[in-house]
């Protein structure tokens, strides 16, 4: 995918990661419409990249995550693509864990991320690129977090079963299974501390890897 010109909405630019992504699209020319929870980040990051216009959601209203993706289609005149970067994680043992948590992860990192994508089914043209941050928890379900690994493996198997509906169509389906980061995302866990972890990535490191994986997404025609 040729980034220059492309017309991007990135869910998720107030995080760390989708910041820093929000950044490099912009200076690779990309046209951004930024969506995210905590509206003083979200001015900070529509301001790094142009005034790009910005929108902010909550997870839990899945309908208003589809009507930002033709808010965002609107505002760009077309979509070509959309990456979604957002999350949270929880921790703790499977029998701890309650059910309100248990939703709430579930909700944002499989429900809300889904919801962007299935509206940008009937948005996102061939050669376009439909995507989403996973993880390495997806291939290997840690102790402790039973129920944030179960909701990004729901996503990945949504992902997996999209991209092979939409190969024919021309549009690429991504699951971008980023390692451990050092973005503190597990400082702001929404339940439980985080068992030590080694030394992760940077931010810097993993918004190359969402670059990269856009960048060599298979255009129109590529099986």
């Not at 965002?72 to 979604?84: F, I, K, Q």
């Not at 957002?86 to 499977?94: D, E, L, Q, T, Y």
């Not at 499989?110 to 941050?133: D, K, M, Q, S, W």
């Not at 402790?144 to 990004?152: E, I, V």
Request: charged share 20%; aromatic share 4%; proline share 6%.
């Amino acid at each position: 995918m040729d980034l220059d010109g492309a017309r991007v909405l990135l869910p998720g630019a107030t995080g760390a990661i989708g910041g820093a992504l929000a950044e490099r699209l912009h200076g690779r020319g990309a046209r951004l419409a930024l969506a995210g929870r905590d509206p003083a980040a979200l001015a900070r990051a529509t301001a790094a990249c142009g005034s790009a216009p910005g929108r902010r959601f909550d997870a839990y209203d899945l309908d208003g995550c589809a009507r930002t993706v033709d808010w965002a289609a609107e505002r760009l005149g077309g979509l070509d693509a959309v990456v979604v970067c957002v999350g949270v994680a929880g921790f703790g043992p499977a029998g701890e864990v309650g059910d309100a948590v248990a939703e709430h992860l579930f909700t944002v990192n499989a429900l809300a991320p889904i919801a962007f994508l299935r509206a940008g089914l009937a948005v996102v043209p061939p050669g376009g690129v439909l995507a989403a941050v996973t993880g390495v928890v997806v291939d290997a379900a840690p102790a402790g977090m039973a129920d944030y690994a179960a909701a990004k493996a729901a996503l990945a198997a949504w992902l997996a079963a999209v991209g092979k509906e939409r190969r024919r169509a021309g549009v690429a389906v991504l699951d971008v299974r980023l390692p451990h980061t050092e973005s503190g995302f597990a400082d702001r866990a929404v339940a439980g501390t985080a068992p030590a972890l080694p030394p992760g990535r940077s931010v810097a490191e993993a918004a190359d890897t969402l670059v990269e994986a856009l960048t060599t997404a298979p255009g129109p025609g590529h099986a």
